[in-house]
């Protein structure tokens, strides 16, 4: 770095490049993890930036050029300009500026994520990032009942959790990272895990959907047609415009939303890793007390993590215990799972030679894993742990192996549960089995399964509220008996050779599989889905066919696909909050 501060763009790549190889591979620098997670470097147009100034900038506005790199790695940008604006009203400058000049606002949160929603391979062009994290975070608890939440879109999950746990308030469920971003959990409909346990009612201000539908009252910048300019405009959870907003891909800015909360909650959560893969995920004819959906009804809240060729899954099981249980440790603060943050030196080794073409060291490296879970949750005191649901649901650091993952949402009955699981372990086991048989292992993260509620507008405590129009876990009206979401996502290291072929052969067997009155497959927007046996969203008929018709399926014309994109292009007639990808996504 040079003494004025200002980073070298060949300094930048060459150390960014040698960070990411090692953050890739774990051990050792998993420590330096959480400083990859943001560019080190700021350029500024008045010290050596290699993009062109962004004409005519507003002043006042903080303005640098910065790589971009997305939680995978997949998607890497040199340079991209980036701002910061310390309020809404300087969003709003900055989307008037971009319609009278061409440019495009794309909003940044933790990068976390692996699609190309924020940005497509190849950007920027006229591409301008707005940062919300480093101003935009401001949380304010609206005692109740009923109670309430109003934060800005760059507040972290761990931020606004640590915010609400001190003022008594809590969710039911969120995303395992707590570097995300408010905003960037709102926009693809993050959720977590749980469905009501056999017997359990809904505590108010709580949803077993998605982080989206607890919304109340969301604001965003939005064209105003009578001033001729863009503006800030609050939308209510009654207002038909507000479905489009709730779960909206970017396609907007958000730069305020109040959320809905209850009572905070102390949760146990036992993890359990005897039991086998074959009984866990057992045809429901043959499942017993150990299967999963057993689990499920025992406590409702369950997680399981299994490592392709070992024997038995990782199973998390959370369970509401206002006391201590006699046997759990207490913990007071999250990231309780160490050993699951940084690679170990063994497996580091393992995954460094696969990487480096020895595939068939994958089911030795899978082994280490799931020997150093169960290894790591007896060193750490972890197995059995109990505190307050912040500490038990955030789990997952910025310093855990960076992996590229698809996602689906399969909606069908809770009675279901234990069939969808057992007929796609059964799958996925088979065909790894073939590929290791022809000497190829495309998969070498673990399969991860959960289970939520649907987005149901009632829990948001607002008469007339509308549903989260993209919503993953949007009820179908055709369908009531359809009561909760299977979440599938199988894990891989980037580039791993017919990684991609294995992809599209996984999902066109979900497509295929679940549907009629079973089932139905909606993708996890975050993540990877539309494969073409080369790249993730590239297969043009699953882009512009398969999901506008899965979020057609049973819904009125007025709230349909087409009804939310039509809103989302009224509130942004110029289309400055787009790019190409959502532009073909949205057409």
């Not at 305020?256 to 102390?266: C, E």
Request: with cysteine; charged share 15%.
């Amino acid at each position: 770095m040079s003494p004025d501060g200002v980073g070298h763009p060949a300094t930048d790549r060459t150390a960014r490049n040698a960070l990411s190889r090692r953050a890739l591979l774990g051990g050792a620098a998993g420590a330096l993890g959480a400083a990859l997670w943001e560019p080190a470097f700021r350029l500024t147009p008045a010290h050596g930036a290699t993009l062109a100034a962004p004409p005519g900038f507003p002043t006042g506005v903080s303005l640098y050029q910065q790589a971009y790199e997305n939680w995978s790695g997949e998607i890497e940008i040199e340079g991209v300009w980036t701002a910061a604006p310390t309020s809404p009203a300087q969003v709003v400058t900055l989307a008037n500026w971009a319609r009278a000049h061409g440019w495009k606002l794309r909003a940044k949160g933790s990068m976390h994520n692996w699609s190309p929603l924020a940005l497509p391979p190849g950007a920027p062009g006229n591409v301008l990032l707005v940062d919300t994290r480093q101003h935009l975070t401001a949380v304010t608890v609206h005692p109740g009942p009923p109670a309430s939440v109003t934060a800005q879109p760059g507040v972290t999950m761990e931020s606004l959790l640590t915010t609400l746990e001190a003022a008594g308030y809590g969710l039911t469920a969120t995303p395992a990272p707590g570097d995300l971003t408010l905003g960037g959990v709102l926009a693809i409909g993050g959720h977590g895990t749980g469905v009501p346990k056999t017997g359990e009612t809904l505590t108010p201000g709580h949803t077993f959907g998605s982080v989206s539908n607890l919304v109340t009252r969301i604001e965003a910048v939005v064209w105003d047609a009578a001033a001729g300019a863009y503006a800030v405009k609050g939308f209510d959870r009654s207002d038909p415009r507000a479905g489009a907003l709730l779960v909206n891909l970017g396609r907007t800015f958000v730069t305020g939303v109040t959320l809905r909360v209850g009572a905070n909650k102390r949760l146990r959560c036992q993890s359990f890793y005897h039991i086998g893969a074959d009984a866990m995920f057992a045809p429901p004819a043959s499942a017993g007390s150990d299967s999963f959906a057993s689990y499920v009804n025992r406590s409702g809240r369950v997680e399981a993590i299994w490592f392709p060729f070992t024997t038995v899954p990782w199973l998390k099981v959370w369970s509401v215990a206002p006391t201590k249980p006699l046997l759990s440790r207490q913990v007071n603060s999250p990231y309780n799972y160490p050993f699951s943050d940084t690679l170990s030196e063994e497996a580091s080794d393992l995954l460094s030679q696969i990487v480096s073409g020895n595939a068939g060291l994958t089911p030795a490296f899978e082994n280490t894993q799931m020997a150093v879970v169960g290894s790591g949750l007896i060193l750490t005191g972890s197995w059995d742990i109990w505190g307050w649901s912040k500490n038990l649901l955030l789990y997952v650091r910025p310093t855990t192996l960076r992996v590229t993952a698809n996602g689906y949402a399969i909606l069908t009955r809770r009675a279901d549960i234990q069939r969808v699981v057992s007929e796609f372990y059964a799958f996925y086991k088979a065909r790894l089995d073939a590929y290791a048989a022809q000497g190829r292992y495309p998969m070498n993260g673990p399969l991860e399964i959960r289970v939520t509620g649907l987005d149901h507008p009632a829990d948001a405590q607002v008469g007339g509220a509308v549903a989260a129009g993209l919503s993953a876990v949007r009820p179908r009206p055709d369908h009531p008996e359809w009561d909760v979401a299977v979440w599938l996502d199988i894990l891989t290291v980037p580039g791993t050779a017919y990684s991609q072929q294995f992809y599209r052969e996984t999902e066109q067997w979900i497509l295929g599989n679940y549907t009629g009155s079973y089932a139905a497959v909606r993708p996890e927007w975050s993540k990877g889905w539309g494969y073409s046996g080369s790249a993730a969203w590239a297969d043009g008929p699953m882009r512009d066919t398969v999901i506008p018709a899965a979020y057609r399926a049973g819904q009125s014309a007025a709230d349909n696909w087409d009804a939310v994109v039509a809103t989302l292009n009224s509130l942004d007639p110029h289309r400055v909050f787009t790019n190409s990808f959502l532009d073909a996504l949205l057409d």
